[in-house]
T-cell receptor
Framework: GAGVSQSPSNKVTEKGKDVELRCDPISGHTALYWYRQSLGQGLEFLIYFQGNSAPDKSGLPSDRFSAERTGGSVSTLTIQRTQQEDSAVYLC????????????FGPGTRLTVL | KQEVTQIPAALSVPEGENLVLNCSFTDSAIYNLQWFRQDPGKGLTSLLLIQSSQREQTSGRLNASLDKSSGRSTLYIAASQPGDSATYLCAVRKGRGYNKLIFGAGTRLAVHP
């Protein structure tokens, strides 16, 4: 595929369950970003990966949130013990490298915590 | 702390009008600014990227300008069409070593036939 892909597109879960969201960046892009888009909060940065460097986790809202990127490609965002306030659209983006390059976004995963 | 504001929050225009969307940021020390489009239930589509050293960028009917000193960017859409209906977001990057984009809340545009 030519663009960033994310799965699942929609996820409904019960409060307290763990969820995993997946992102496949554009082939050849070394930088990968996760953002969250909530009603009333706009788009917020969560975490950033660049190559083999340590990730920038400065946007993660709590220690229930974690992410990994295996082999410098696919990334998984994990939310443990989900809460209703975690309900949002989780967007993944990639760019060729850090710096002045454009970020290209995937379609997002809509997470609903009941 | 960098804050990004977009005015108006919503705009409804008849087809064919030229229109301007505004984006302002509180800290003029930005590295670049990016305009996106978001259709309902979809992700973001990158429209234009302006580096801090640039004054404007153009793509088709879209023209984005940047005035760093005043903390402002505008997105000009010429001859609007119903297919332009979407939410338009601007986002700034603070510096080369900063990884995140800081987004405005967006302008929701409706172009009616």
């Amino acid at each position: 595929g030519a663009g960033v892909s994310q799965s699942p597109s929609n996820k409904v879960t019960e409060k307290g369950k763990d969820v995993e969201l997946r992102c496949d960046p554009i082939s050849g892009h070394t930088a990968l970003y996760w953002y969250r888009q909530s009603l009333g909060q706009g788009l917020e940065f969560l975490i950033y990966f660049q190559g083999n460097s340590a990730p920038d986790k400065s946007g993660l809202p709590s220690d229930r949130f974690s992410a990994e990127r295996t082999g410098g490609s696919v990334s998984t965002l994990t939310i443990q013990r989900t809460q209703q306030e975690d309900s949002a659209v989780y967007l993944c983006a990639s760019s060729i490298r850090q710096g002045d390059n454009e970020q290209f976004f995937g379609p997002g995963t809509r997470l609903t915590v009941l | 702390k960098q804050e990004v504001t977009q005015i108006p929050a919503a705009l409804s225009v008849p087809e064919g009008e030229n229109l301007v969307l505004n984006c302002s940021f509180t800290d003029s020390a930005i590295y670049n600014l990016q305009w996106f489009r978001q259709d309902p239930g979809k992700g973001l589509t990158s429209l234009l990227l302006i580096q801090s050293s640039q004054r404007e960028q153009t793509s088709g009917r879209l023209n984005a300008s940047l005035d760093k000193s005043s903390g402002r960017s505008t997105l000009y859409i010429a001859a609007s069409q119903p297919g332009d209906s979407a939410t338009y977001l601007c986002a700034v990057r603070k510096g080369r070593g900063y990884n995140k984009l800081i987004f405005g809340a967006g302008t929701r545009l409706a172009v009616h036939p």
